[in-house]
């Protein structure tokens, strides 16, 4: 899977009402995060396609156990993050469109990236890490801020707070400055 023209597109309220529905819907392929919405009410901001989704553990955990539906023949591939091989023996048969990413994967990409041990990436990183690690190409970003904010809800008090946004931040903005990431907004 090549990323030469695929757009990640976070759920930060960063680009709320500055219209860049269109310009996001352009891109070949648009990869969305765990809850995204696409209601009308959000698609002159955040555009209307999505090819690819990423789900985190609580999301594919309340999947797997018929909490969440995800309809699984709209996405491309769909990216499960941070499950371990013991959630893995317990799910049922997937689709060849999920992509698991388990602990010890996002332990390699800590390390290919000289990124502390230590620290609980988000999806949003995870993700631009995968395909850093996969191809040597510029990747284009929007709806990142680095802060526990979503464009379509509140988000409750305590989520978000195991991850360093300010690490996160600086190291974007490290990518950016090395021309391996462009910001869209």
């Known amino acids: 899977m090549t990323h030469t023209n695929i757009l990640l597109v976070g759920n930060s309220s960063n680009i709320r009402n500055k219209h860049l529905g269109y310009k996001i819907d352009s891109y070949e392929k648009i990869l969305r995060f765990n809850d995204y919405n696409l209601s009308d009410e ?3 901001d955040y555009g209307s396609k999505t090819n690819y989704l990423c789900i985190n ?8 156990n018929r909490r969440k539906n995800i309809e699984t023949h709209k996405y491309e ?7 371990d091989t013991n959630e893995l023996r317990k799910t049922r048969k997937c689709s060849k469109k999920f992509v698991f990413l388990l602990q010890n994967n996002i332990d390699c990409l800590k390390k290919e990236f000289q990124l502390p041990k230590d620290i609980f ?12 690690s996969k191809q040597n190409k510029t990747l284009h970003i929007t709806g990142f801020n680095h802060t526990p904010t ?32 462009i910001r869209i907004e």
């Open 42 to 44: 959000y698609n002159k």
């Open 57 to 64: 553990r609580a999301f594919y955990r309340a999947f797997i």
């Open 77 to 83: 591939k769909i990216f499960v993050i941070f499950v």
């Open 121 to 132: 990436l988000t999806s949003g990183l995870v993700m631009i890490l995968y395909f850093f």
């Open 150 to 181: 979503h464009y379509f809800e509140n988000v409750p008090d305590g989520r978000g707070k195991r991850h360093n946004w300010e690490f996160e931040k600086q190291l974007i903005s490290k990518f950016e400055e090395d021309g391996k990431i």
